[in-house]
């Protein structure tokens, strides 16, 4: 899934990098333990469930050694239709402490705009996560003129604040930090011109989100 506004294009391809070993990861991170007070290991990407049998033998270890993991993922690879997919993502979710989930949009039509694919795997995957009981940290990125209209972050807060595994919230503003690696690979800019957003203008998407969860739960409450 590639967003408008992916600050990391040079994760795109599916090929290059550095291998290494579910091994050399938990040595890497022992040699550093001393430095972490309540961290641990979390896996981002682009996507890191596009390695999902890596992912279960990277957990497997940490959990032998008692060490928090987090995945940090778009959900877009859910696939609740897939029985073998289901199968390793059932194993997985058993060995994984916390997930951040990036919504990207509420609406499927304007998430398909921003990213070529509708949110329905990222919602199923959402709710998939609070029947398995893993927590979930939300993060929503506020880009102005797509992810910042009132009615949509009203929204985005009433479906995850009727989810029962909801731990955190982050609402991030939009920024152009990536911008230079585009140029330096040559992926023409999407959204070349348009300004960063203020933190002020993304504290008051927060608060209209945090309605839309406080409407949610205040019905459950009666």
């Not at 291998?19 to 938990?26: G, K, M, R």
């Not at 921003?114 to 919602?123: D, P």
């Not at 972050?153 to 503003?173: E, H, M, T, Y």
Request: aromatic share 8%; charged share 25%.
């Amino acid at each position: 899934m590639r967003c408008l506004y992916c600050h990391n294009p040079d994760t795109w391809a599916l090929h290059g990098g550095t291998a290494v070993t579910a091994d050399e990861v938990i040595e890497e991170f022992k040699k550093n333990r001393s430095f972490y007070s309540n961290g641990g290991i979390t896996v981002s990407g682009g996507e890191p469930l596009l390695q999902i049998d890596f992912l279960l033998e990277l957990f497997q270890r940490a959990r032998d050694e008692n060490i928090h993991t987090c995945i940090d993922t778009s959900g877009i690879t859910f696939s609740g239709a897939d029985n073998a997919y289901r199968e390793k993502l059932d194993r997985l979710m058993e060995l994984t402490d916390l997930v951040m989930l990036d919504i990207k949009h509420i609406d499927p039509e304007r998430h398909r705009e921003l990213t070529e694919h509708s949110n329905e795997n990222v919602l199923a995957f959402a709710k998939y996560l609070e029947e398995k009981q893993v927590p979930i940290w939300v993060r929503h990125v506020v880009v102005e003129g797509y992810t910042d209209d009132e009615k949509s972050l009203f929204a985005l807060g009433q479906f995850i604040g009727s989810l029962k595994n909801l731990r955190a919230l982050d609402v991030l503003p939009y920024h152009t930090l990536g911008v230079s690696k585009y140029k330096e690979l040559g992926i023409p800019y999407k959204l070349e011109g348009l300004a960063p957003m203020s933190q002020t203008k993304a504290n008051e998407a927060k608060k209209i989100i945090l309605s839309g969860i406080y409407s949610v739960r205040k019905s459950k409450n009666g």
